[in-house]
Structures are given as C-alpha cells and as structure tokens.
C-alpha cells in the first residue's frame, strides 16, 4: 500500500522552505545549472526503472514513455541549461525623452515558494517540466504527485531526492486531504495542471492568499480537416495525437470537423491505417496503451454506449476488456450534439467525426463551446487556414500536424479562459515562476528637483513647457 505525506510532515517542510527561499533566491545562473545538470544525470541512470513504473501504472510501451516522458524532459533540460544566462540577465527597456533621467530594466526575481499540482496522464513528464522551470527561476518547491500513478511516484522520489534537499523540493503524495491542505497554505505561486472543475477550486483556494496562479487545463479541442488534404497522412497524424497514451492527452484531438466530401474516402482510411498501426487485435499491440483506471474505464464505456444507443454508428473499434481497462481503438459518427461525447473532454481513445458542409457551420459549432486548449487546422489552402484562425481561438494551434506545438521551445504552452490561464514551458515557464519586477534607475536628475514644494510660477512653466513637447 502506499505511504501517503502525512499532514505534520507537509506543515514541517513548508515551514523550512519558508526560511528557505530566500536562500535559493540568492543562487547564481550557474548554481541553478549545476542542479538542473545533475538532474539529468540521475534521470539517466533510473531511465529502465522511469519505463518500467510508468508500464505498471498505464501498460505504456517503453518506446511511448521514452517518446512522451523521457526524451521531452531532457530536451527541456538542455534548453533551459542553454538559455537560463539569457532569462536572468536585466532586460533594458528603451528610453523615453519625456523621462530622460531614467534607465528603465526589468529584473527576473524568484517569485518564492511554489507548489505545483500535477494529474495522472504524463506522471513523469509534467511534474519534471513545471518542477525544472521552478528551480530555474530560483525557487522552492513542493510537488504534489497524483494517487493514481503509485508506480511513477516511487521512481520520482528517488530522483528528486537524489538532486534537491527537503528544504528545495518536496514530494507530496495523497488525494484530497492532502491536496486539500496543501492550497490552504500560503504559497507564492501555485501550478496546477488538470481538469476546468478542479482548476475553480483551485484558483479559489489560492484567492485567499492572492496567490499567482497558473492553470493548465483541457477542453474540447478540434480538428478541422478541409476537402483540400493529403487524406492518409491527415488520418496517420490524427491517429498518433489521438490514441498515443490510450487518448489520455490534454491536447489530443477531442473530435473532427471534416468536409463532408470527404465522409466515404476518410471512414476507409481510418479502417485501413488503424490496422496498420495497431494490427487486426489492437489489445495485442504493445504500443498501445491502457486507461488509468476501472473508473474512467467505466465512464469511457458508459459515454460510448450512451453515444450508440442514440444513434451513433461505428466506423472502427468499439471493443472493451474492463480485466484489462482496456478500450479500444474507437472512431465514429453520427454522435448527438447533446450526447457527453460532444459535450464533455473525452480523455480516452474515442474519436467522434463530424461532417460539416459548409465551414461557417462548424466554426459556428467550436463558438458554442468552450475555448479549447489546442485546435488542429488541416488543409492546403492558405485562405481556408487563415479563415479559420481568424474565427477561433484556442490556447495553442497546430496546422497539418497534430502535438507537435508543445514541443517547441519558443512556443508558450497554456490555454484560455476554461481551458486554462498563464503560459507554460521554457522561457514562458521561467517567466511564470518568475516575478518581472520594473526598475526605474534615475541616472540624471531625480523628478522632486523639478516638481518641488511649494508649486509656484517655477513649477507651472515647467509644466507648461513640457505639455507643449508632449503637444
């Protein structure tokens, strides 16, 4: 059985990187380097126990894990290592003749204690990413783990704790107590990676406190495939953001928009590339994954019979094994506006596609909903690309690809409104953890020399001579 954080070991560590942070404030670019260097040192040597953990909590192939988790971490890493010199450097910020006397610069300081909230779907990835942009910024952290991957989160303690000390970061593990009185703290910052519902509660509890707060949240996110496309590398690439890890992605693909031209020619794709990424059994394939856990297998199966008992007709997969929770592979159609599968983040591998004869309609339709977190354009067409663009908004966009987004470094990662708030990942990661405080460094003549008391006739031709320049 797990060991969950007991409540007087949270407040007893809390209360050390009170008196803490303002040590690791202090620390120099290279110091921080030197932490990051070594973390990817020590995520090296457990990289067989990382794939491992992570297949006894989802039965993700090692080649998946390596892909999603492992590798995205490290590249993280370097790229932070590479630019963090850059990010803490003083920033001017250009001169102004109306305020001559001042040298303007903004100036990267830790925000201070932080604690980070991270879900179940990426259970080595997302702690890491948020945690590498915390110590970077000069941080302290408590990481608060998810229940649901036990496996992950042994691994992940050896690692943190063979890097940082207690008084740096901190591993938390429980469920809602723990969660609980964790946001009943004062932090500095909070991260909170999750679904809409949690995140409400969240940015509550960190209204008490004014605490800055980033929300990484979900949404419907769309696919729009236009009848200009290369159809099977638009099928493969939906394929692979849709069922990598089973569907449990924030950003996969929720649902497809396609041009009804299309309606024959995709469901044969669909059918043919399925088999040929998965094979005639996909529960046999060892590169597909499995769902977290009987409860939201039970939800998955539960929304996909509701969506056939109201008509919605399978165009592939549909099979089930609750021994396993294990569903398979599923595309369909035919799915009722109000059906859950339409109206609520799927988070599983089932793909509803929707066709759409005229593109106003379906834009019309991703209005009605909530912003999504990322939205997929596909076509040929520049016209119908910046059409699109121009009558949506989402957290992020990928054109004739799906993911791939989130992996570059000079992109930010995060949503909007009920898909989430603030950015995420590389220098936009170092700049969430971090205060961007404003300096104005009077390097002339101080304002009260020219506005002093009493105002007189001095201090009116002043004012006047300055109006007429402003004039």
């Not at 939201?296 to 396993?324: K, N, P, Y």
């Not at 590389?426 to 020219?450: C, N, Y």
Request: net charge neutral; proline share 5%.
């Amino acid at each position: 059985m797990t060991r969950y954080t007991t409540i007087p070991e949270i407040d007893r560590v809390y209360a050390l990187q009170q008196r803490s942070k303002a040590l690791f404030k202090q620390t120099t670019a290279n110091e921080r380097i030197a932490k990051l260097k070594a973390l990817s040192a020590v995520i090296d040597e457990y990289d067989f126990a990382i794939k491992e953990a992570i297949y006894k909590d989802f039965r993700k192939s090692h080649t998946e894990t390596e892909v999603t988790e492992i590798m995205a971490i490290q590249m993280a890493i370097k790229e932070t290592i590479t630019k963090l010199p850059k990010w803490m450097r003083d920033k001017p910020v250009k001169r102004v003749w109306k305020l001559f006397n001042v040298k303007p610069y903004l100036h990267y300081e830790p925000k201070g204690n932080t604690l980070i909230i991270t879900p179940w779907n990426y259970p080595f990835n997302l702690p890491m990413a948020h945690l590498i942009s915390s110590v970077a910024a000069g941080n302290t952290a408590i990481v608060k783990l998810t229940e649901h991957t036990p496996h992950i989160n042994q691994v992940l303690r050896k690692i943190i704790g063979a890097v940082f000390p207690e008084t740096q970061v901190f591993v938390v593990e429980g469920e809602v107590a723990e969660t609980s009185h964790l946001l009943g703290l004062r932090f500095d910052h909070i991260h909170f990676t999750g679904s809409p519902a949690v995140g409400k509660i969240v940015m509550k509890a960190a209204s008490e406190h004014l605490a800055d707060i980033t929300l990484e949240l979900g949404g419907k996110s769309p696919a729009i495939i236009d009848k200009n496309v290369n159809l099977q590398q638009v099928v493969r690439n939906l394929i692979w953001g849709k069922f990598v890890n089973a569907g449990q992605t924030c950003i996969a693909p929720d649902y497809a928009l396609v041009d009804v031209a299309l309606k024959d020619d995709i469901e044969r794709v669909f059918q043919e590339e399925l088999k040929h990424a998965f094979g005639e059994d996909p529960q046999q394939s060892a590169d597909f994954a499995r769902i977290i856990n009987a409860a939201h297998f039970e939800r998955l199966t539960d929304a996909l019979r509701q969506a056939q008992v109201s008509g919605a007709r399978l165009i592939a997969g549909g099979r089930s094994d609750a021994a396993e929770n294990y569903i398979e592979p599923t595309v369909l159609t035919d799915v009722a506006a109000s059906d859950s599968l339409m109206q609520d983040e799927i988070f599983g591998p089932i793909f509803p596609l929707v066709y759409y004869h005229d593109i106003g309609d379906a834009l019309q339709l991703i209005e009605e909903k909530e912003k999504p977190l990322a939205l997929y354009i596909f076509s040929k067409s520049d016209g119908f690309i910046d059409y699109v663009l121009a009558h949506t908004t989402a957290g992020g966009t990928c054109i004739n690809d799906t993911l791939i987004h989130l992996m570059h470094p000079g992109l930010p990662f995060g949503g909007v409104n009920n898909s989430g708030i603030g950015q995420s990942l590389g220098k936009f990661g170092f700049k969430a953890f971090s205060h961007e405080r404003a300096v104005a460094d009077v390097t002339i003549q101080p304002m009260s020399k020219l506005f002093w008391f009493p105002y007189g006739e001095k201090t009116q031709k002043i004012l006047r001579f300055v109006r007429k320049l402003m004039g």
